[in-house]
């Protein structure tokens, strides 16, 4: 029988300063054109974000009091990738920390994949994650970088098929972004909503065939064709340039909506119902996204809350964010097993998915 890859536990981080409010402000502030500033007001306060988190201090600051994003300057990319390095570290090691991991369960591990698209250096976050957690020096490495929000999925599928070949492999699955590193300094309306979105997080999850935690039964993707404009992600002067179309969510809806229609074994829902699965983990972009799905599959109205919760309190941390909902649900499991579906889009514009089953509380 082929081994089936379990996420045993979730360990989530954060960075120390709660910053929603004060970058709304200071963004506002930027917009000389009241019309412009009042739609990105109302917009803001419908986007269903309370808070979001970074390691820049809520006056626009970086922690070591140096200023950052000022009037009068923003930081280039080089300035931008030595706070990753400085920082991304250290969040990762929180995160594992969260896991409960002793020395001889870090010692076991046997695989380690990493997700991020918001830094590079080398050596790799991968390097300085199995050094400051005190891996195995031979353990097998694994990056995903640069596939943006659905890297979560792209990561647990890594882990699934290792799981799959060596059953008594031990994964431990980082992902890790620092989104509030690429504000942008720009007067479009569009692109500054669109970074109003984001904040940092990181998560570690443990993936080994021992049947606890989340079942990750299959895998799938899927691109909406002649959509490739509607979600980029570039490297610029000022750090990470990314362009999320206003047209996204309509894309995702029409799309979702056809393949319910369509019905095909070969689709995302593989012939199934939404009805027929209990739990949804969507990947929470925005609350235009999380609404375009729920239209599109025709979801009940609280199908998902749990994905709407993660936005409301940390925003979209990227690659971070569907672990985040996926701890959530693991946290908030019950007496009874429960089948689920996941799905997150990025750039492409593509949708990954995989279904999984949320094993009873032991």
């Given at each position: 029988m082929t081994a089936v890859a379990h996420i045993n536990r979730i360990g989530t981080a954060l960075p120390p300063h709660q910053v929603h409010d004060a970058f709304v402000g200071y963004v506002a502030g930027t917009i000389a054109d009241e019309k412009h500033r009042k739609v990105f007001e109302r917009m803001v306060a419908r986007a269903g974000i309370e808070r979001r988190f970074s390691y820049l201090r809520p006056d626009g600051r970086v922690s070591d009091g140096e200023p950052f994003y000022a009037v009068d300057g923003w930081p280039g990319t080089a300035e931008r990738m030595s706070r990753y390095e400085a920082w991304a570290p250290e969040l990762a090691m929180e995160a594992i920390g969260a896991l409960g991991l002793d020395i001889g369960e870090r010692v076991a591990i046997t695989h380690l994949v990493v997700a991020s698209c918001t830094g590079f250096m080398a050596p790799g976050l991968d390097q300085i994650i199995m050094a400051r957690a005190g891996l195995n020096p031979g353990v097998e490495r694994t990056l995903v970088g640069f596939m943006g929000c659905y890297a979560a999925v792209n990561a647990l599928r890594v882990a699934?098929?290792?799981?799959?070949?060596?059953?008594?492999?031990?994964?431990?699955?980082?992902?890790?972004?620092?989104?509030?590193?690429?504000?942008?300094?720009?007067?479009?309306?569009?692109?500054?909503?669109?970074?109003?979105?984001?904040?940092?997080?990181?998560?570690?999850?443990?993936?080994?065939?021992?049947?606890?935690?989340?079942?990750?039964?299959?895998?799938?993707?899927?691109?909406?064709?002649?959509?490739?404009?509607?979600?980029?992600?570039?490297?610029?002067?000022?750090?990470?340039?990314?362009?999320?179309?206003?047209?996204?969510?309509?894309?995702?809806?029409?799309?979702?909506?056809?393949?319910?229609?369509?019905?095909?074994?070969?689709?995302?829902?593989?012939?199934?119902?939404?009805?027929d699965y209990d739990l949804w983990a969507v990947h929470a972009g925005g609350r235009s996204i999380l609404d375009a799905v729920e239209q599109g599959f025709g979801l009940a109205p609280d199908a998902l809350d749990w994905s709407r919760g993660v936005l409301r309190d940390f925003g979209n941390m990227s690659s971070a964010t569907l672990m985040f909902v996926l701890a959530r649900m693991l946290a908030g499991r019950g007496d009874a097993d429960r089948s689920g579906f996941a799905i997150a889009f990025g750039p492409g514009l593509a949708a990954e998915s995989f279904r999984f089953t949320l094993l009873a509380r032991p």
């Open positions: 699934h098929h290792i799981v799959r070949s060596t059953p008594e492999a031990r994964v431990l699955v980082v992902n890790l972004e620092l989104c509030t590193l690429h504000f942008q300094q720009t007067d479009d309306l569009e692109r500054l909503l669109s970074m109003l979105l984001f904040g940092d997080g990181c998560t570690a999850a443990l993936v080994t065939a021992e049947p606890e935690g989340i079942a990750l039964n299959d895998f799938r993707a899927a691109t909406i064709a002649e959509t490739a404009g509607s979600i980029t992600w570039r490297i610029g002067g000022q750090g990470f340039d990314m362009h999320l179309g206003g047209e996204v969510p309509g894309h995702i809806g029409r799309a979702l909506a056809d393949e319910l229609a369509r019905g095909a074994a070969d689709g995302l829902l593989r012939a199934a119902k939404p009805g």
